[in-house]
T-cell receptor, first 112, second 109 residues
């Protein structure tokens, strides 16, 4: 089975721009979760999608949004980028929420 | 509040020494506890979970509900154990996994 795939691996954006990150889950997995990883805050939950519906949401501003397609692929969008959005964004898939989560290698976003 | 605390940011031991990575949690109800590991340049992956009660790569972890702890232990550390270790708790109030901030384990030769 192919693992969780995230694209792109690296991104450099300037303040004020917007960015879209992509995640392809393991085949058959319908739950996709997004996390932000920073050295200071560790792993923080952004949101989770299940069968094209946002099922859970963390405490991030509305600039952070996402969606899931019928094939379970998910995208995350960040608008009006701030320097503090620089982080590693991780996607994880599972066959149902709260069982083993399989992580992608992440997208490293740098905002300059 | 639901929280996971890993008190040590960095733990350094010599090869062959015992290692214990501490994890304490705050949760009302019946939690699921996990340990995830991230080796250098690799993705985060599940190491073990308390409900399976298994030993992976020589690591074990016992859930102590009285002390609200889920410490990760290995009797004899190996250099290849050097990695970031994250304790995680689920389900959170938002149905998610709640991660601790991680402990970097460094095993010296």
């Amino acid at each position: 089975k192919a693992g969780v795939t995230q694209t792109p691996r690296y991104l450099i954006k300037t303040r004020g721009q917007q960015v879209t990150l992509s995640c392809s889950p393991i085949s058959g997995h319908r739950s996709v979760s997004w996390y932000q990883q920073t050295p200071g805050q560790g792993l923080q939950f952004l949101f989770e999608y299940f069968s094209e519906t946002q099922r859970n949401k963390g405490n991030f501003p509305g600039r952070f949004s996402g969606r899931q397609f019928s094939n379970s692929r998910s995208e995350m969008n960040v608008s009006t980028l701030e320097l503090g959005d620089s982080a590693l964004y991780l996607c994880a898939s599972s066959d149902q929420s709260n069982t083993e989560a399989f992580f992608g290698q992440g997208t490293r976003l740098t905002v300059v | 509040a639901q929280r996971v605390t890993q008190p040590e940011k960095l733990l350094s031991v010599f090869k062959g020494a015992p290692v214990e990575l501490k994890c304490n949690y705050s949760y009302s109800g019946s939690p699921e506890l996990f340990w995830y590991v991230q080796y250098s340049r690799q993705r985060l992956q599940l190491l073990l979970r308390h409900i399976s009660r298994e030993s992976i790569k020589g690591f074990t972890a016992d859930l102590n509900k009285g002390e609200t702890s889920f410490h990760l232990k290995k009797p004899f550390a190996q250099e290849e154990d050097s990695a970031m270790y994250y304790c995680a708790l689920g389900p959170g109030s938002q149905g998610n996994l709640i991660f601790g901030k991680g402990t970097k384990l460094s095993v010296k030769p």
